[in-house]
């Protein structure tokens, strides 16, 4: 006859889960006995078999907790296989079911470690009273062996700790250390085993100090700051710590613990941030200052400048309306040069003046329309030059949150450069849009002008820079620069992308 398996799952947490093995060799009492275990127990499983040959089968394959066994039995008798058990797994716990009363018997299971022996006809509660006693041992057993697994993980954890602990009685005495503190400070454990931590004291923390830190833990709360304390060599080392107290069942503190943490790297870190902070603070202070004088001196300058120059004009202007009769060719030539350059000399000054207030400009965000600025800045260029046939392309419904009186400026210089550079073009065109790359406005003018080399990309927005220095071109190399800074104030960015003869790009984004 084949052995029968019965599995029952109970996750109930109040009764311990067991396995149970059942070998008799009589099919009623096995029939009659496996159905009171499964009325009264929530085995995790049960397995029932008909003698010790099978029953020992069974055990090699699913190691049972407990072994209800019979004694006379045919193949295997229940001795030989519960010493065959025994060798396998000593834990187990084996009950002995017979009608043998008879000495051998009783020191056959004695010498074995049976640890019950119930006489058939069995009493119920003799067995399970020994099958609880036996539930209870196993639950008691996997409690402490699940005790100790934890112990021994802690006891690992802390040995391995990258962080120095260390455990002291309530007097402050050390009665631990773990080896990351012996590495760190140089002491050995009998330097500092039942010595107070303050050999570590390094004579730069004052007493106040630790007087409101030993104030924290005997009061029974927690403490966290930074020592500096002294190595065996006389090392200084910095400790970022948290300090606990342990407290027993009635309150008592019995210990301390201490977890520290070398920082000595970070604060060395630290102090090298804060000196480099301070430098690059008193440069930009420097900084500021020079700017200001520059941009002091250069509105000053450009006011100054500006009524000479006026006058200059203006006298030439006269002189030609009055005198240009009397004049011959070459002084009407040198007259209208001088008037020219007088203009542009002007011209830079404006550039100057806008460019140096800037600095102080404030940004006065509001809805803006930039299809109308740029719209009214090509009937200004078609004004100014009217006989000049050049395609314009702007998108309609373009804006954007900035300042407005800004964006004319940036839009005058974008577009002013592109008429500029398109001059000598059979069919110039100038376009003006928006584009939306990673899901953000990019707003762009475009021109088939003259372009430029990439190499020379940096150099586009410096101040007084000029990639087209021959004399087709007339400028000061302020506009872009200008462009830059406002753009700048608004958190910006702005580039620009070109080729030689094909035109060139400015792109810029909030």
Known sequence: MAPNS?????????????????????????????????SKYRFTRLDVAENGEQGLALFKQHHHDIVITDISMPVMDGVEMA????????????????????????LDSIELGINNYVLKPVNYEKLFAAIDKNITMISLKRKVASQHRFICKLSRA??????????????????????????????????????????LKSGDMSPAFYDALWRTITSGKEWYGEFLNRKKNGELYWESAAISPVIDETGAITNYVAVKEDITARKRAEE?????????????????????????????????????????????????????????EQGEKIVGIISHKAKQMEDLLSALIVFSKLSQQVVDKETVDLTAIASGIREELHMKEPDRQTGFCIQEGVSCRADKHLMHIVLSNLMGNAWKYTALKDEPQIEFGMATTDGKPVYFVRDNGVGFAMDKADRIFGTFQRLHTDGNFEGFGIGLATVQRIINKHQGRIWAEGKPGKGATFFFSF
């Open 6 to 38: 019965r599995s029952r799952f109970d996750m109930r947490a109040a009764q311990p889960l067991v396995s149970v093995l059942y070998v008799e060799d009589e099919q009623s009492a096995r029939d009659i006995l496996g159905s009171v275990f499964e």
């Open 83 to 106: 010493a065959s058990i025994r060798d396998i797994a000593p834990e187990t716990a084996i009950i002995v079911l017979t009608a043998h009363s008879g000495t051998r018997y009783l």
């Open 158 to 199: 802390v040995e391995q700790s990258p962080s120095t602990v260390l455990i002291t009685d309530e007097r402050g005495e050390i009665e631990y250390a773990n080896p990351k503190f012996f590495e760190l400070t140089g002491y050995s454990p009998d330097e500092v085993m039942g010595k107070n931590p303050r050999i």
């Open 272 to 328: 090298k941030i804060e000196a480099l902070n301070a430098a690059l603070a008193d440069r930009a202070r420097e900084l500021e200052s020079a700017n200001a004088d520059l941009e002091a001196f250069n509105y000053t300058v450009s006011h100054d400048l500006r009524n000479p120059l006026t006058i200059i004009s203006s006298y030439s202007q006269l002189l030609l309306d009055k005198c240009g009769a009397s004049l011959d």
